[in-house]
């Protein structure tokens, strides 16, 4: 069956740092890749995606690449902030049939900006 | 507008009780999703439904949890003879058209059975 594997945290670093959160996958045929946030006391949020192989989702400074040969779609961020405090999770959704619809979660990261 | 909304947001019960989860979708939107998230993990999939009925309800953990959607909108996850293992966030999701869009999610029911 399809499952992500996703670096473990906390990953804690200093405002303006560069961050990446290592995500990995399995899965059969061509899935599309998520990551989603969940900042303190709110519900969890799409912060980018990627439906096909070399697309690149980007949003709020936040990039990831599909890679296909690698399985992989690792989270990066030039400069973080304090604001980027959260949980990060990446996620995938099957590519057709019976899965296309349900969402599979790596464990979750959580990241702590410091001043 | 407004986006999904769950309640209640907390609930504390004793074991072996029943329980009642609702999820309020955003309007319009035909697919909606429960999800349950454990401490430290990841949001598990429980059940989807497709307009008012369950398309996939196979990660329902077992017949103790039941979740309906009526009319199409409102859903509510039910758990019966709730155990201590029950205890997690539920969430819920709703995406426009057959499933295959962006899903969005609900602040979740932090569920806790003593």
């Known amino acids: 069956g399809n499952s992500v594997t996703q670096m473990e945290g906390p990953v804690t670093l200093s405002e303006e740092a560069f961050l990446t959160i290592n995500c990995t996958y399995t899965?059969?045929?061509?899935?599309?890749l998520f990551w989603y946030v969940q900042y303190p006391g709110e519900g969890l949020q799409l912060l980018l995606k990627?439906?096909?192989?070399?697309d690149k989702g980007s949003n709020k400074g936040f990039e990831a690449t599909y890679r296909k040969e690698t399985t992989s779609f690792h989270l990066e961020k030039g400069s973080v902030q304090v604001s980027d405090s959260a949980v990060y999770f990446c996620?995938?959704?099957?590519?057709?049939?019976?899965?296309?619809?349900?969402?599979?979660f790596g464990k979750g990261t959580l990241l702590t900006v410091n001043p | 507008g407004a986006g999904v909304s769950q309640t209640p947001s907390n609930k504390v019960t004793e074991k072996g009780k029943y329980v009642e989860l609702r999820c309020d979708p955003i309007?319009?939107?035909?697919?909606l999703y429960w999800y349950r998230q454990s401490l430290g993990q990841g949001p598990e999939f429980l059940i989807y439904?497709?307009?008012?009925?369950?398309?996939?309800d196979s990660g329902l953990p077992n017949d103790r949890f039941f979740a309906v959607r009526p009319e199409g909108s409102v859903s509510t996850l039910k758990i019966q003879r709730t155990e201590r293992g029950d205890s997690a966030v539920y969430l819920c999701?709703?995406?426009?058209?057959?499933?295959?869009?962006?899903?969005?999610f609900g602040p979740g029911t932090r569920l806790l059975v003593l």
């Open positions: 999701a709703s995406s426009s058209g057959n499933g295959g869009e962006t899903q969005y």
């Open positions: 899965a059969t045929g061509y899935p599309s």
């Open positions: 990627a439906t096909k192989a070399d």
């Open positions: 996620a995938l959704r099957g590519a057709s049939g019976g899965s296309n619809y349900k969402l599979t």
């Open positions: 309007s319009g939107h035909t697919a």
């Open positions: 439904f497709q307009g008012t009925g369950a398309a996939d």
